[in-house]
């Protein structure tokens, strides 16, 4: 008796974007068309503290579609590309175990090149070593301990901006831990879940001025819906201010209103600010380090999804990202 045939999985969809170009839209409208999981890949909207500031999906729309790593984590956890890596991929076996569609979505470049390029074969650092350098650095500008990093690891720190205190911090940590330093681990890559298979992989491209306006529109709707209570209970648990879901976009400002230091409208001019900035980068890294996607835009994409869902990833499968 010949064993049953072995169903190929369904092909992954990988959606990526800036904020606000409507990833999350589209990502439910596939879902629910071809029987989809809508997997979070996006590192601010994994944590539990920041529903309205981070626009995650509203509870209705998670209702619509199976939707996972959303609000998952605890904002005094320092979650790494690597958890969510490893949380990703647990979710992607079970998605296909289940015969549904693994749907990526978010605005997280290096989870992307995670799931299908792989990850520095970093050994993990300790929790001790990490809570310790963070406890003795808490409050050192990042100058200061980009000062640190040239003299303990002079390879890293030229290869590091000053201000830049995450990768600062985790190259210390590295250091710290392992006695190398981050730079030697470059060149050996474990490889992610989706390396080396077919994948569709969308890049939603607002035109820029657009985007501008949807980004500060957003902004103001998450004001109005509660996103400065929202970082008021934040602020009262007086987590490690280097923790990522402290510098969230818009916490820092709103933070620094509640403690009486800035104007409600400085704040936010300042959250809109550094989301527009942000945006900018997103699509500089997807230019530059991720190449390959299908830029395409965000109206036509929803349209031709609603009209013809198969059709849409099968024509992206096809498509090239530009480049410059």
Known sequence: MKPAPTRNPATPILIAG??????????????????????????????????????????????????????????????SVGRWLA??????????????????????????????????????????????????????????LHAVLAERDPEAGAQIQPNDRQRIMRALEVMEATGRSIVTFRDAREPGP???????????APE?????????????????????????RLAARNLDPAL???????????????????ALADAIARGKADTRAYAKRQFTWFRNVLPGWSWC????????????????IALEQAKVAPQG
Request: overall charge negative; proline content about 8%; charged content about 25%.
């Open 18 to 79: 800036p904020t606000a170009s409507g990833k999350s839209a589209l990502a439910l409208t596939l879902a629910r068309a071809l029987d989809g999981v809508v997997i979070n890949t996006d590192s601010m909207q994994v944590y539990a503290d920041l529903r309205v500031l981070t626009a995650r999906p509203s509870p209705e729309e998670e209702a619509a579609a199976p939707h996972r790593l959303y609000g998952s984590v605890d904002g005094a956890v320092n979650y």
């Open 87 to 144: 949380d990703a991929s647990e979710i992607l076996a079970e998605t296909r175990a289940a015969g549904r569609v693994p749907i990526f979505v978010g605005g997280t470049g290096l989870y992307f090149k995670a799931l299908i390029a792989g990850l520095s074969a970093i050994p993990p650092v300790p929790e001790a070593v990490r809570a310790g350098l963070r406890e003795t650095f808490a409050d050192r500008p990042a100058p200061d």
């Open 194 to 204: 989706l390396t080396g298979e077919p994948v569709a992989r969308l890049f939603l």
């Open 208 to 232: 820029r001025d657009t985007l501008r306006a949807r980004i500060d529109a957003r902004f103001d709707a998450m004001i109005e819906a509660g996103a400065l209570d929202e970082v008021a």
């Open 244 to 262: 990522p879901v402290m510098r969230a976009h818009g916490v820092p400002g709103l933070i620094a209103h509640l403690r009486g230091e800035m």
């Open 297 to 312: 835009d965000p109206e036509a994409a929803m349209a031709q999804a609603q009209a013809d869902p198969r059709g849409l």
